[in-house]
């Protein structure tokens, strides 16, 4: 199963960012440093805020959930897609991201057991 639940976005604050979706809309902040924030807005889809620069992408993330991430991973060389970052741990689970032929960089992660 693979299913789009999760954008994040570049940011040079995040909690300037997940704070203006708390007051615009009512979304639930959750900071998780003082570099990354997740915002959800009781839909399926979840945003992120990231601060930290290095880690930053250029455009906009769209993140994939899967089930099993070494799967993932291997569909996506397969079909042609290039791993850009390895995979990794964050709270809640591990993900890597990759760029489609194309030239868009996404992601694949996959929760916790």
């Not at 694949?108 to 057991?113: I, N, R």
């Amino acid at each position: 199963m693979y299913e789009i639940d999760f954008v994040e976005f570049p940011s040079s604050s995040a909690a300037g960012s997940s704070g203006f979706f708390e007051k615009a809309f009512g979304w639930t902040a959750t900071a998780y440093g003082p570099t990354y924030a997740d915002v959800r807005s009781g839909g399926v889809v979840s945003l992120g805020f990231q601060e930290d620069t290095p880690r930053q992408t250029a455009a906009p993330l769209v993140t994939i959930r899967t089930d099993d991430l070494a799967r993932a991973r291997g569909s996506v060389e397969a079909a042609g897609g290039v791993v850009t970052v390895e995979p990794f741990s964050f709270p809640g689970g591990r993900r890597f991201h990759f760029r489609e032929p194309g030239g868009a960089e996404l992601a694949v992660w996959s929760p916790d057991a």
